[in-house]
């Protein structure tokens, strides 16, 4: 379940992909390093009041993402739109029409009901996922992004030239430039107040605990316990969202209990990291590169005219 | 070229249409520009080393500034790419195997090194022997120059790049034979010394082939994997680069005879080329702006995953 009951398997292997037990050591931090630590999202209590937006963005210091243009989208109450290099925290707004039923399950869950079927607003708080394998630490050219001793991914703006690769790889779409400052930007699970003890300010403002912050492994058994008490309330529909070390991503360090699909809350539904595919990437172009001097070759071999 | 089925998933659903990924923030023309020049500097580096051997003096000197001028043309697109130029020192701070990016960085560092070596010695006529051992140095370093962009853009969550790793370096190194070679053509067009640059008009022969070949892969990639390469600002482009490619390297079979056709056929080659990138940072674009392109890849690879 957890993974640290796993076995440390081929270092190579899993330092591309699969599951791995230590992320921090795998990243070269000695054995004493602090455990893994997390976010559960459990978005069936999620009330979408958007403390988590606010509270992070005045902890870190966001800028307004277009110089005091605020502007309205039309997607429900959602005006942030999608995470960013400005908006580490965004708060998925879905209106749906269920079926009715005799039992509606948790109440707060169904918030009207119209003829011939009930209105269901689910909320939640999406965020940098903090892979364990993630992509945008694994391509990024100047060291700028980096593991943290909690397992966490951070950029430091120091190093960070803008080169832009990891908001291509980001399979999740969280990493962004900044177009003012050239530079790429994505949630550190505030490293700042993490060093000093404390929670991040997201987790830390969410009034009903649908963000939930601690040791990774704790939070999956947290998330396993709440995932079957909603399935038994009537809401056979909920899954776990990127607590599963065996998916594309080596688990995500920052997971979700989800009431539908991934993609209807614009999340990827099974992504894969793209370097697992990195060794074949490389014996393609190496043979790609040797047509190349074979072509060379032959143009060369005829006669000298 | 028939139409692909198109199938996307029966149950797709998005949140409000949006993308799932971010649209690559890699800009026109830089990126195509980079791409070309690049392999541009990687092959002519190899003709350059090719004709010192095989004693073809002045095809040797045209290639060795050529190879010197992309590599460094090539550069300044990719620095002015950058969000901080001012730090572009800083992807030589670490070397990276995980990072295409890095990989490349350095292959680019040592290969501008090595062309700049051979073409200062061309220019100055001194230390030949130095100049010809960095010339055949580059030689190493440019077939790797060519080919690590397909790795560049394949290692992304974008589909259209990743799902296309096996086509995309073969795109880029033929490229690099059909930009050589439509160079080589262009310079004999102008030159005393034509014979000399017969080879150039071979291999842009060769590399019509295989870029065409290449590009042939990407657009019948099956399903909605290669359909941003047959539809849509990818696949107009792409197109187009087919139809200049084609037509360039039926032209360079008449190079030899005909200083028009030689110079006829460098335009469409050269054209070609930078169609064939435009079109892939399009296709890719294209691909990470809809979210049916990143779900239906998903949903294929693996159905009933934990978000079935």
């Known amino acids: 379940m957890t993974s640290d009951s796993m076995p440390v398997a081929d270092g190579a292997r899993n330092s591309l992909y699969g599951p791995l037990a230590d992320v921090a050591a795998d990243a070269g ?83 009207a009901v119209a003829d011939g079927g009930a209105t269901r607003w689910l909320m939640a708080s999406d965020v940098c996922k903090h892979c364990t394998h993630a992509a945008c630490l694994d391509v990024c050219p100047t060291g700028a992004l980096v593991r943290t001793e909690f397992g966490t991914v951070i950029v430091q703006p120091d190093v960070c030239n803008g080169c832009a690769y990891c908001v291509s790889a980001c399979p999740f779409g969280v990493i962004d430039r900044r177009d003012d400052d050239g530079r790429a930007w994505k949630c550190t699970m505030c490293y700042d107040r993490l060093r000093g003890g404390l929670e991040p300010a997201c987790a830390k403002a969410c009034p009903t605990d649908s963000i939930q912050f601690g040791p990774l492994a704790e939070l999956r058994e947290i998330a396993s316990v709440r995932l079957a008490d909603v399935q038994a309330s009537g809401h056979p529909e909920a899954r776990l969202y990127g607590a599963d070390p065996d998916d594309g991503i080596g688990g995500a360090g920052a997971f979700f209990l989800l009431l539908d699909a991934p993609e209807v809350y614009g999340l990827p539904p099974d992504p894969v990291v793209t370097t697992k595919d990195l060794p074949a990437m490389w014996r393609w172009a190496g043979t790609a590169a040797a047509v190349l001097a074979a072509g060379v070759a032959v143009a060369f071999a005829g006669r000298r005219r | 070229m028939t139409e692909q089925p198109q199938v996307p998933p029966a149950d797709f659903q998005s ?24 392999e541009l500097s990687g092959a002519l580096a190899m003709v350059g080393a090719a004709a010192d051997v095989t004693g073809r003096p ?237 779900v239906a890849s998903q949903r294929v690879a693996r159905p009933g995953s934990q978000g079935a």
């Open chain 2, 58 to 294: 002045s095809l040797a000197r045209a290639a060795r500034l050529g190879a010197a001028a992309g590599a460094f043309a090539g550069g300044a697109f990719l620095t002015a790419e950058l969000g901080r130029p001012e730090r572009f020192l800083n992807m030589l701070r670490v070397a990276k195997p995980t990072s295409p990016m890095s990989m490349g960085s350095w292959i680019l560092a040592a290969h501008s090194g090595l062309v700049s070596a051979s073409a200062a010695s061309e220019l100055t006529g001194r230390l030949a022997s130095l100049g010809s051992l960095a010339g055949a140095g580059s030689a190493l370093t440019g077939p790797l120059l060519a080919a690590y962009p397909g790795v560049l853009l394949a290692n992304t969550a974008v589909p259209a790049w990743h799902e296309a790793y096996r086509q995309l370096p073969l795109l880029f190194t033929g490229g690099a034979m059909t930009a050589a070679g439509a160079a080589g053509l262009a310079v004999s067009a102008l030159s005393r010394d034509r014979p000399e640059f017969a080879a150039a008009g071979r291999l842009a022969f060769i590399g019509a082939a295989v870029e065409s070949l290449a590009g042939y892969g990407l657009e019948t990639m099956p399903g909605l994997a290669g359909e941003p390469y047959r539809t849509g600002p990818g696949g107009r482009m792409l197109t187009a680069a087919r139809y200049l490619t084609m037509g360039g390297g039926v032209a360079a079979l008449a190079g030899r005879r005909s200083r028009t056709a030689a110079a006829v056929s460098a335009a469409l080659l050269t054209g070609g080329g930078l169609c064939a990138k435009f079109a892939v940072l399009r296709a890719g674009k294209a691909s990470a702006a809809d979210p049916k392109y990143v």
């Open chain 1, 29 to 111: 931090y000695p054995g004493s390093h602090p455990e893994r630590v997390g976010f559960f999202t459990d978005t069936s209590v999620c009330i979408g009041c958007k403390a988590c937006e606010v509270a992070c963005k005045e902890w870190n210091g966001l800028p307004d993402p277009e110089a005091g243009a605020l502007a309205l989208t039309g997607m429900s109450y959602d005006n942030t739109g999608a995470l960013g290099s400005n908006s580490w925290r965004h708060v998925a707004f879905i209106e749906q029409t269920v079926p009715s039923r005799a039992d509606p399950g948790e109440p707060e869950l169904i918030s």
């Open chain 2, 15 to 38: 949140y409000y249409g949006r993308p799932i990924l971010k649209v690559s923030r890699w800009k026109e023309p830089h990126l195509p520009a980079y791409l070309f020049l690049g």
